[in-house]
């Protein structure tokens, strides 16, 4: 009996160490995994100390605003940090893909000049892009809408060019936006009803629009209270600074054109689309343009043609245009809206509407059309530096005669959280519906936790929102409010497309490739969102281009939140150290030991100084 107890008393001690050494490579595997040694024990000194030893890493960082007065400038303390220098006061407004002198080196037929050119390497500058002197934080939404600093974007062109068409006004230090534009100089609101009598607005059957040649984005900074969202864009051209005047008001828009290059939006994107006097050819190159439009529209979306050649016999000497020009015109456009199997809603004074099909069931006797081509591409959101063709794009099969083609939607605000049809019907290889909506409560999560470090966040103190690694729009779904707007931006060398998921759930965006400088203005982005992107274009291009590019698209005293693994943070922490701007790492909300960890930066306020090289 003696030996049977030894015998059980060893078998006890046994199991007790293999559980005790099972336990240990547990904990000791986790914390390897973790990060710690590797730079982990740093984010928790940052997290928990009152005071950092490095100067650049603040224990609360200041997110108000102080719209004047430069801040003072502390470098970095490590002699192997490279400081980046600011560039010189001529650049204030560079746009290193839309830059003028270059634009001019380019052929004009087509839009050439106007599409994007980037710099190649070894041009491109490696320096701080400094705000004008005299700049502020702009007013805050609904006020920026009617008015902008005249310090940020210090040009009165346009004051004059378009002083009839209640565009804009100079007024003192600030500019005012009446709301008027070439084609409704009585005011964007009135403008929209007449539009709001043909097309739902109000009950968020229609969400997303785009406007083509926006001008100073006037109609979408309008349709705002409708809870409609416009993505906006128009050329770097003789009307200076009008998309930089749209994004000082708060309202998305971009530098683009209609050009050779297909748009940069997913197929099936917009509920609406719309040209005021856009001076865009649309009966050209056998209506190319149109079904560049039809592309991006979805079914059962609008088109909206407003001015030239619409009702031209009336108006052809006001528009001082021969009215056989303007005759041809009109009839090439019917004749591509016919073929396109778009159906003509409405025509008033200047102003046309039709709508584009749910399906393709009324549309068969294109089929037979010789004049019908249809594009061959099995990807037809393949558009990045792609060549527009003058081709259709086929619609999704269907299996009845009402059913919408590629899925019907909810209205809005119905369609943000509902399961987008792209998901639903697995168009999207490997994302099932619930992965899509584990992927939203993530995102719910990091907002929440975004919110508790910045309590400004939903106050209206940020209002153009950029997330420059989109994926499904969950950061931005999380957001959503009437008091901002997100850019989500879709790297095109993202694993997955998932633009038109987001675009689905009311949300807008664009493709772009983050080794180019983005087309927009400097200065444009309150805050700017980064999620894994360092680490998707780890050994793609130079993480100090993109930093520079965010910083020279960024607002002085703006935010910058990046999300990455431990490593390649640590790394980004290293470069900002050196471009102005006040940094803290953080753990991730579920603790220490969860190896991604948060970055929040702050640019620091600062301006142009004359003495600068570069």
């Known amino acids: 009996m003696a030996i049977k107890s030894d015998n059980k008393t060893r078998s006890s001690v046994q199991i007790f160490i293999v559980f005790s050494l099972c336990c240990f490579f547990y904990i000791l595997g986790a914390w390897q995994r973790s990060g ?37 400038i502390s470098g970095g303390s490590s002699a192997k940090v490279k400081a980046f220098e600011p ?19 380019f052929p004009r037929e087509s839009m050439i000049y106007r599409e994007r050119h980037c710099v190649p390497e070894n041009e491109k500058l490696r320096c701080l892009v400094p705000a004008p002197k005299g700049y502020v934080t702009p007013f805050s939404w609904p006020k920026s809408r ?75 900074a309008y349709l705002w209270s409708r809870n409609v969202r416009a993505m906006s ?26 050009g050779t290059i297909k748009l940069p939006y997913p197929t099936r994107a917009f509920d609406m689309a719309h040209c005021s006097r856009c001076l865009i050819p649309w009966g050209a190159n056998d209506g190319m343009y149109m079904m560049e439009v039809d592309r991006v529209l979805r079914p059962g979306g609008y088109w909206i043609l407003s001015g030239p050649p619409i009702n031209w016999k009336v108006n052809y000497k006001a528009w001082q245009r021969p009215k056989e020009d303007l005759q041809e015109e009109q009839r090439k456009i019917e004749e591509a809206a016919k073929l396109l199997c778009w159906e003509k809603k409405y025509e008033h004074g200047e102003i046309a509407i039709w709508q584009k099909r749910v399906n393709d069931e009324a549309c068969r006797s294109r089929q037979d059309d010789p004049r019908a081509n249809f594009c061959k591409t099995d990807d037809t959101d393949d558009v990045w530096y792609k060549k527009m063709e003058a081709c259709i794009t086929p619609y999704p099969e269907t299996s009845s005669s009402d059913e919408v083609a590629g899925g019907e939607l909810q209205v809005f605000p119905d369609r943000l959280n509902a399961v987008p049809p792209r998901i639903s019907s697995g168009s999207i290889s ?25 309590s400004l966040l939903d106050t209206g103190r940020y209002r153009n929102i950029m997330d420059m690694n989109a994926g499904f729009g969950g950061f931005a779904a ?66 100090d281009d993109i930093l520079l590019e965010m910083d020279r698209i960024l607002r002085p005293e703006g935010a910058v939140i990046i999300r990455d693994d431990v490593d390649t943070l640590m790394k980004v922490k290293r470069i900002i150290s050196g471009m102005r701007w006040d940094s803290k790492l953080v753990d991730h909300e579920d603790g220490p030991l969860v190896p991604e960890k948060v970055l929040i930066a702050v640019k620091q306020y600062w301006v142009t100084n004359s003495t600068a090289s570069h």
């Open 36 to 72: 710690f040694g590797k730079g982990d024990s740093i984010a928790l000194e940052m997290t928990n100390s009152a005071s950092a030893a490095d100067c650049n890493i603040v224990p609360r960082l200041n997110f108000e605003t102080h719209h004047a007065g430069e801040s003072s």
């Open 87 to 105: 560039c010189a006061a001529r650049f204030t407004d560079y746009t290193p893909c839309h830059d003028q002198k270059r634009a001019m080196t």
């Open 146 to 220: 009617d008015y902008v600093p005249y310090a940020n974007a210090p040009y009165k062109a346009l004051t004059v060019e378009k002083a009839i068409q209640n565009w804009i006004q100079y007024e003192g230090e600030v500019f005012r936006f009446p709301g008027g534009g070439t084609q409704f100089p009585q005011g964007a609101d009135k403008y929209i009803d007449q539009l709001a009598s043909v097309i739902p607005m109000e009950n968020g059957t229609v969400r997303t629009a785009l406007d083509t040649g926006c001008g100073v984005a006037s109609w979408g």
């Open 233 to 258: 864009f128009a050329p770097r051209d003789s009307h200076e600074a009008q998309v930089q005047f749209a994004l000082e008001r708060g309202v998305p828009a971009v530098i683009g054109v209609f």
């Open 430 to 454: 490997g994302v099932t519906v619930d992965a899509y909506e584990d992927d939203n409560r993530q995102w719910k999560k990091h907002v929440k936790a975004y919110k508790r470090i910045n």
């Open 478 to 543: 999380a957001l959503e409010s009437q008091k901002l707007w997100v850019m989500n931006v879709v790297p095109t060398i993202a694993e997955k497309n998932r633009l038109g998921v987001v675009y689905e759930r009311g949300l807008i965006g664009i493709y772009h490739d983050w080794c180019e400088a983005f087309s927009t203005y400097p200065r444009t982005y309150d805050l700017i969102h980064a999620n894994h992107l360092f680490s998707l274009y780890k050994n793609k291009c130079n993480a």
